[in-house]
């Protein structure tokens, strides 16, 4: 779906790769909660295959992911961020492309992550992007997703000094529940947080869900 938002969130990342990167690629080193959840989901996908890492920016999940053992790629919509994810990350694959339309093999995915991927996402866009993962994700598949919690809708004018137009998201985890629920997923576990100092991220509470393709493993 390339339609006036989608474009706009391209355009809007295109324009803050530079200093997207410059200030979120190390931001792992000051979130042990975070680390903790990627080490624990690589550990139950090291035996089902590739993961993706959806929404990558410049790709420091997916180097994380990878420096603990996993078989990763990431994926983004904005072709600068996938520039600066390759300049960083050397050995790990990026590819452009759009949550709303994989270009991506049903069912052949042990894992996906998605970090902030839905933060700039409408509620109505949510059924199809859940509906997509669940179609890529083979049986037994798992999806590790985060997201700011709230019911607002924020509408920044700048960030780290550069003119910004979207929208930007805050979702309760009863909300996503429902929607991956509905889009064929089982949810295993919710996880909240408190936000960490105002020096290392935005000050929302955060939520982390775990949530599972049904469905036996063929590579279990």
Request: charged share 25%; proline share 6%; glycine share 8%.
């Amino acid at each position: 779906m390339i339609d006036t938002t989608t474009q706009s969130i391209r355009e809007n990342y295109d324009r803050l790769a530079d200093d997207y990167a410059r200030h979120v690629f190390r931001e792992l080193q000051n979130k042990p909660f975070d680390r903790e959840l990627l080490n624990r989901f690589a550990a139950v996908v090291a035996q089902l295959g590739e993961v993706c890492d959806m929404g990558c920016g410049p790709g420091h999940i997916a180097r994380y992911l990878r420096d603990v053992g996993t078989t990763v790629f990431g994926l983004d919509l904005s072709p600068r961020m996938i520039e600066q994810a390759r300049q960083l990350n050397p050995g790990i694959s990026f590819c452009e492309g759009n949550m709303l339309a994989l270009d991506l093999p049903s069912a052949t995915l042990g894992g996906i992550t998605a970090f902030y991927a839905i933060v700039n996402l409408p509620k109505e866009s949510l059924p199809l992007v859940f509906r997509e993962m669940e179609r890529v994700l083979q049986p037994g598949g798992l999806l590790l997703l985060a997201f700011h919690m709230g019911n607002e809708t924020l509408h920044p004018n700048e960030l780290w000094g550069q003119t910004v137009s979207m929208d930007f998201f805050l979702f309760t985890p009863l909300t996503i529940r429902h929607y991956l629920e509905e889009a064929g997923l089982a949810i295993e576990e919710i996880l909240e947080r408190e936000p960490y100092p105002p020096e290392v991220e935005y000050q929302s509470r955060r939520a982390y869900i775990l949530a599972r393709k049904p469905g036996a493993s063929a590579q279990r």
